[in-house]
């Protein structure tokens, strides 16, 4: 008698919906049209969130952007350690909050959370993990040294570090 193997298992419709990646910041739920932020005033129109005016119809609704700074739940930590850091602090500053400026001019969920000085460097979080590459990367690009990523898919969490 001949054995009959499977060559695939099928799947239920439950397990093909499956997010890969869960973020409970990015809404679960198709959102009306249009959205105005309250907090900050993004309005979020024809499906993505942009800068402009809400008609007076819009619905009220925190973007989750501001929804992450309220609740100081970083998705991007960006850290910079070094003497060079230390010697060259206000122009660092200043190339990171132009990046965020330029960024978020374009995207309204691109935003810097806080930025925190520490014993040994400083560490700026942001309100999405793009926004934090970009930041590691522009620092790199201007001045060089040692940059290391560490992704945490699960969590939609990136972890930049800069030292020179």
């Known amino acids: 008698m001949k054995s009959h193997r499977r060559e695939f298992e099928p799947i239920g419709r439950e397990q093909l919906l499956q997010e890969l990646v869960h973020d409970s910041y990015k809404a679960g739920r198709k959102l009306p049209d249009p959205i105005r932020c309250p907090d900050c005033g993004a309005v979020f129109q024809n ?15 925190r973007c989750p952007a501001c929804h992450r700074i309220r609740d100081k739940f970083p998705a991007g930590f960006v850290t910079l350690k070094g003497a060079f850091v230390q010697a060259h602090r206000d122009e660092i500053l200043h190339l990171i909050r132009h990046h965020e400026a330029k960024e978020k001019a374009e995207h309204p969920l691109q935003r810097i959370i806080a930025i925190v ?3 040994d460097g400083i560490m700026a979080t942001t309100t999405d993990t793009h926004l934090a590459r970009d930041i590691a990367q522009a620092l ?5 040294g040692e940059l290391e990523f560490h992704y945490n898919k699960e969590d939609n969490l990136l972890r930049a570090s800069w030292t020179r």
């Open 117 to 119: 000085d520490s014993a």
């Open 47 to 61: 499906g993505r969130w942009i800068w402009g005016t809400a008609p007076a119809s819009a619905h009220e609704e």
């Open 140 to 144: 790199h690009h201007a001045y060089k």
